[in-house]
């Protein structure tokens, strides 16, 4: 019995100490989470794909890959246009969008209402290129008549530039309304597409959109290194006929090259192997069902900061990620500090003058409800531990009834989620996302 209660006294002695001293942050068995948006997780298929032994880069079998990967990309994209591969992060294509396109005597139109509408001036300023910003409230999406105006009062804009998801603002913009009124000009449409395509609707030959720009850490489920850019015949002659700024980011070479299925300089082509295989289980799965998905997962999250009593930055929220005010009691940086160091689960936090005020948690790509659910049950966590007033459970129960009354909808109506739940059907989840909000603001109500 002495021994018996030895070893217990030893065991919480240990026990004491380990909570103590923080040294069970270095042992104890923990999962990491990446719930930031970008880089997303990277789904095991993919991962096992580019661990495979390299190919050379100018044989028949990695062009086949190249061709497959762009035809499948293209689907994803809903485009009919060129697209080109790109060794890049996705800041590659918005500058080979810009310097590839203008005139010596042209300017361009750029949105700025966020830290990467910012990076089109950006790249304009290094080129030095004139351009005429449009700035906006950080969170706030831009009036398409603001556009029409400064295309009206200025022949000389070239290209309109904007994004579809600002993600350092987590704001959707109305895409397709800025696409019809370009598209009555002589200038091109240019979108940052990053964060969104793959994840919220996007259509670009519908919308209109003449050079589109995506990257592979977002909803495409990669590792960072790899862009890719769609340009519209209108694009085209443009380039045709504009002096050439880029030797690397040349889009006359690249569309030479891709023509024979190929790129015109050596690509990153493990990242090209797992995006053949990533569009894979993109198509598999269905893009619009993966909208609807994000749609959904998005739906929870606002939930959860509501049921918390926390705002959201946004006014025009975007479905591929999530952008919530943190209280001003606490120190927002801290809060994403110790999700990620303490508790392995990674957001991200605010930008420029928006540090320390939000967090932002992305629902794109390799991610699910339960992985979200983990990330609202740490924020809550966090919060608590600074001092802020929440109830620990609040967002997560808020969370786990719109998934719950989603999936009632789906079954009930005998979709395909009965049948699969994993992957379910797509207007089933944006009828049981729409009745789900509908039941939330009447329970309000």
């Not at 290194?225 to 015949?233: N, T």
């Amino acid at each position: 019995m002495t021994w018996i209660l030895d070893t217990a006294h030893c065991t919480l002695h240990t026990a004491h100490w380990i909570l103590l001293t923080g040294y069970w942050k270095g042992i104890a068995l923990r999962k990491n989470f990446i719930l930031a948006p970008g880089p997303t997780p990277v789904p095991p298929e993919v991962l096992l794909k580019m661990a495979q032994p390299i190919i050379h880069h100018r044989t028949p079998q990695f062009e086949a890959i190249l061709a497959e990967a762009i035809g499948q990309l293209k689907e994803m994209l809903r485009t009919s246009n060129e697209t080109l591969i790109l060794t890049s992060s996705g800041s590659g294509a918005l500058e080979a969008a810009v310097v590839n396109t203008l005139g010596s005597d042209e300017k361009a139109l750029v949105v700025r209402g966020g830290k990467f509408g910012e990076r089109w001036g950006n790249i304009c300023d290094a080129f030095g290129i004139p351009f005429t910003p449009i700035d906006i409230e950080w969170g706030t999406a831009v009036d398409p008549e603001t556009i029409r105006e400064h295309l009206e009062a200025d022949p000389g804009i070239g290209i309109v530039c904007t994004t579809l998801c600002e993600t350092s603002t987590a704001t959707v913009t109305d895409v397709e309304a800025i696409g019809r009124i370009v598209g009555k000009t002589d200038a091109v449409l240019a979108v940052d597409g990053i964060s969104s395509a793959g994840a919220i609707p996007l259509e670009t030959d519908g919308w209109g959109i003449d050079l589109l720009a995506v990257g592979s850490q977002k909803a495409l489920m990669l590792p960072p290194g790899l862009a890719a850019l769609a340009v519209s015949k209108k694009a085209w002659a443009r380039i045709d006929a504009a002096p050439s700024r880029s030797f690397y980011f040349s889009l006359k070479q690249a569309r030479k090259a891709n023509q024979k299925r190929s790129t015109p300089w050596t690509p990153a082509l493990t990242l090209v192997i797992g995006l053949h295989e990533s569009l894979r289980l993109i198509h598999e799965e269905g893009v619009e069902t993966i909208w609807a998905r994000c749609a959904l997962q998005a739906r929870a999250v606002r939930a959860a900061a509501a049921a918390l009593g926390l705002e959201l930055l946004s006014s025009s929220p975007a479905d591929c990620v999530t952008a919530i005010r943190l209280p001003e009691n606490v120190d927002g940086a801290a809060i994403v500090k110790k999700m990620r160091d303490e508790y392995g689960v990674t957001v991200a936090g605010g930008q420029e003058h928006l540090k320390g005020k939000i967090c932002r948690i992305s629902h794109m790509g390799y991610v699910t409800r339960f992985d979200l659910i983990v990330a609202v049950s740490a924020l809550e966590m966090a919060l608590a531990d600074a001092g802020a007033d929440v109830r620990l459970g609040a967002g997560v129960a808020a969370m786990q009834e719109v998934f719950i009354k989603a999936d009632s909808i789906c079954h009930s109506e005998g979709s395909e989620a009965t049948k699969n739940p994993s992957h379910l059907n797509a207007k089933a989840i944006k009828d049981a996302s729409r009745r789900a909000q509908h039941d939330r603001i009447a329970d309000k109500e």
